[in-house]
């Protein structure tokens, strides 16, 4: 019976530790499940004990684990993890070697767009109405690129409106009444409208691509 006992702890992950860390990006309640989801997506994680108001973490791991893997699940989530004695840096915007691998394609918005013919086929496609001027544009921009390399079914398509005065504002405003940025909406893998969100916030964001992913 020992020698069975002894064989199972040599088995078995020994969860002596008690990894304890910040994650930037949590703007709400609502982004307390995904990033539950994408902590527990991690081999070797359990007890996730996550205070979305102090946006603070805690998880038990194994000896010798590396925790850059929780840093790895929540980048391609759309969030930050910052481990103790290390600065956040925000939710950066990826390299361009990397941008060249995800399905990105921009428009200058100097015409209007025919919008179904720019969705990408058998994925779910974001069209995202932004302009260069607007800080929170850039932030949506970067965490979807994160969220993209985590996932392969997306695809992100940038219309960019000026000023509010050119064809893609019109477009914008006339046909889909967007009234301020940042503004997206979000098509399923058969080209089908399923919603738009205004303000970019990143719970509405990922509801709006997880209700076009179930078709």
Known sequence: MRKILFAFLLASPLYASEL?????GIDCSACAKPVV????????VKNIRLDWRKATAQVEVPDGFDR???????????????????QANGIAPLPPEVLKTLDIVAYPGTTKLDINSILATGKVTIVDFYADWCGPCHVLEARLQHLMQ???????????????????????????????????????????FVTAVTGGMWDEVLAAIAKAERG
């Open 37 to 44: 989801n994408a902590i527990s997506s991690v081999s070797g």
């Open 150 to 192: 985590g996932k392969g079914n997306l695809a992100l398509r940038r219309v960019n409106i000026g000023k509010w005065d050119n064809a893609a504002a019109k477009q914008a405003t006339r046909d889909f009444h967007a009234e301020a940025l940042p503004y997206i909406r979000v098509y399923d893998a058969k080209g089908n």
């Open 20 to 24: 304890s860390f910040k994650v930037v």
């Open 68 to 86: 850059g893997q929780i840093r790895t699940a929540l980048n391609n989530a759309g969030f930050e993890a910052v481990f103790p004695g290390e």
